[in-house]
């Protein structure tokens, strides 16, 4: 069962009871939604050279062929956040 949804008693606030007693608010589900599309949109511009060839880009600290690596593993982690 993926998770039951109950109205706390003092507050509006919904949340879904993840397991082990964890509970999950609306806040925090949120929260995690907004790091999600952050990292869509970060790897949806770079994971490959073609989607920013034409644009002149200092990656500083890092190294062009890091930030395309972070792009594409960022992509399993915005998959398995949406999920």
Same mark, same amino acid.
């Given at each position: 069962m993926r998770g039951r949804e109950e109205k706390m008693m003092? =507050? &509006?606030?919904?949340?879904?009871?993840?397991g082990n007693g964890m509970k999950f608010r609306k806040y925090e589900a949120n929260f995690c $939604?907004?790091?999600?599309i952050i990292l869509m949109?970060?790897?949806?511009? !770079?994971? $490959?050279v073609d989607n920013y060839s034409? !644009? &002149?880009i200092n990656f500083s600290p890092f190294t062009e062929e890091r930030i395309n690596f972070y792009a594409l593993l960022g992509k399993f982690v915005?998959? =398995?956040l949406f999920l």
């Open positions: 003092n =507050s &509006k606030e919904t949340v879904a009871e993840v $939604k907004g790091v999600a949109l970060f790897h949806h511009l !770079f994971y $490959k034409g !644009f &002149k915005w998959q =398995s």
